[in-house]
Nanobody
Framework: QMQLVESGGGLVQAGGSLRLSCTAS????????MGWFRQAPGLEREFVAA????????FYADSVKGRFTISRDNAKSTVYLQMNSLKPEDTAVYLC????????????????????WGQGTQVTVSS
């Protein structure tokens, strides 16, 4: 039904920047909240950032607050994650996701709230 495709990952040095993109297709995504999660080897999936359907509200994990910015372009069915001041600890597979529940009931930070997931894009930050 819905497909999410991430892009923009790669290898960067500490202190560098990347911008991840996630484009949705198959279903109308404009009315859904979207989020970014990441998973490093040996660790569980963790919340990174989320954005409400309108883009009016954003949420960030404490570990990335002030460095990462989430945004969306509903006309392009795309959500972005601008990552600045990258650290080796940011190394992970980054996945975008869509939550079909109402924004009024979402907590945003739990992966079980999200219904559709992309395949992930690798981000590697060297020291």
């Amino acid at each position: 039904q819905m497909q999410l495709v991430e892009s923009g990952g790669g290898l960067v040095q500490a202190g560098g920047s990347l911008r991840l993109s996630c484009t949705a297709s198959g279903l109308r995504v404009n009315s859904y909240a979207m989020g970014w999660f990441r998973q490093a080897p040996g660790l569980e999936r963790e919340f990174v950032a989320a954005i409400s359907w309108s883009g009016a509200r954003t949420f960030y994990a404490d570990s990335v607050k002030g460095r990462f910015t989430i945004s969306r372009d509903n006309a392009k069915s795309t959500v972005y994650l601008q990552m600045n001041s990258l650290k080796p600890e940011d190394t992970a597979v980054y996945l975008c996701a869509v939550a079909t529940s109402s924004d009024s009931v979402l907590k945003y930070v739990s992966d079980y709230e999200y219904d559709y997931w992309g395949q992930g894009t690798q981000v590697t930050v060297s020291s």
